[in-house]
């Protein structure tokens, strides 16, 4: 995983929009390529690009096309109802023809290699679980999708993947038959089964606690929105190790924004703690994780936290910034 105390080798620079199409309600495909011709970085399942739609205005969105072809990145944007702007500028503002600035892409939602998987996805959540698919399949693997919507129309890459891979694809829209059920899912699912689930906060929820009764499977999500966290937080002492310097950080102020009026630049993007990108490695200190990019275990190691929302569970931290 990459951190801001390694090199950043990311790929930034200008694509071309090559192609803009609906491909559900409210869903449109953007496929990007580089406007010298030159191939595109490599990526694998379950990885995201930003897009830098204006200064200060940077998006998410997760690679749905195919790894192996380099020509092109591919993305689907659902135009959010409560759009702070991304969403709804991807959808009247940007164009074929385009040029727009990406960053990444990162994967902080790996396919591990398993035997089996069981893929849920919620509404646009599907874009990540795509190009799984295609790898656990391709790899053999034995697999089955529960994929939940408001309605087929709004559902992207269902007709697809139903055609293409038949009654492994469960679809299940809320207007058809209520909700998907996981209780039942986790329940059967064999042991070792890895679990990959994307979507809304309530599917993500429900996955996690019925995975608290399944401990002998593994459950991956990715979160598109930062959790809730009411809890406003205490000061506390950050000494940025490679910098030399010590900072306070009030309740109401980030690490990331001390650091930076200190004059320590860090990489960031979503400042939410969902995109994964000011990560940064922890050299004393515990600290009160909460972002939505760190699996558990990860967030147990104390190896590295995300300062756009992390804090200090003690008075003091020490980081290599
Ligand atoms: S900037 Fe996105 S996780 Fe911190």
């Not at 379950?46 to 830098?52: E, K, N, S, T, Y």
């Not at 739609?53 to 940077?58: A, E």
């Not at 679809?171 to 679990?195: H, K, Q, Y």
């Amino acid at each position: 995983m990459t951190v801001n105390a390694l090199p950043q080798t990311e790929l930034d620079l200008e694509v071309l929009v090559a192609r803009k199409e609906a491909i559900a309600d409210d869903v449109v495909r953007l496929t990007f390529r580089h406007p010298g011709g030159e191939p595109l970085p490599p990526w694998l399942p379950g990885a995201h690009l930003d897009l830098v739609l204006q200064p200060g205005l940077v998006r998410q969105y997760s690679l749905c096309g195919d790894p192996g072809d380099r020509s092109v990145l591919e993305v689907a944007v659902l135009r959010e109802r409560a759009s702070r702007g991304g969403s709804e500028l991807v959808h009247t503002g940007l164009h074929a023809g385009d040029l727009v600035r990406i960053r990444g892409p990162r994967n902080h939602f790996p396919l591990v290699a398993a035997q089996r998987y069981l893929f849920i996805a919620g509404g646009i959540g599907i874009t990540p679980i795509v190009p799984m698919i295609a790898a656990a399949d391709e790899a053999g693997a034995e697999w089955q999708l529960m994929y939940g919507g408001r309605t087929r129309s709004s559902m992207a890459f269902h007709q697809e993947l139903s055609q293409k891979y038949g009654d492994r694809v469960r679809i299940c829209p809320r207007d058809e038959g209520g909700l998907p059920e996981l209780r039942d899912l986790f329940a059967t699912a064999p042991e070792g089964t890895s679990v990959y689930c994307c979507g809304p906060e309530a599917l993500l929820t429900d996955a996690e606690r019925r995975h608290a009764d399944r401990p002998s499977v593994s459950l991956h999500v990715e979160r598109f929105s930062p959790k809730e966290n009411n809890d406003p937080g205490t000061e506390f002492e950050v000494e940025l190790a490679r910098s030399g310097i010590t900072v306070t950080v009030p309740a109401d102020r980030s690490i990331l924004e001390v650091a930076e009026d200190a004059g320590v630049p860090v990489l960031s993007s979503c400042q939410e703690g969902v995109c994964g990108t000011c990560e940064t490695a922890v050299l004393e200190g515990v600290p009160d994780h909460r972002d939505s990019v760190l699996t558990e275990d990860e967030q147990a190691a104390n190896d590295t936290m995300m300062i756009c929302v992390s804090r200090a569970c003690g008075r003091r931290l020490v980081l290599d910034l």
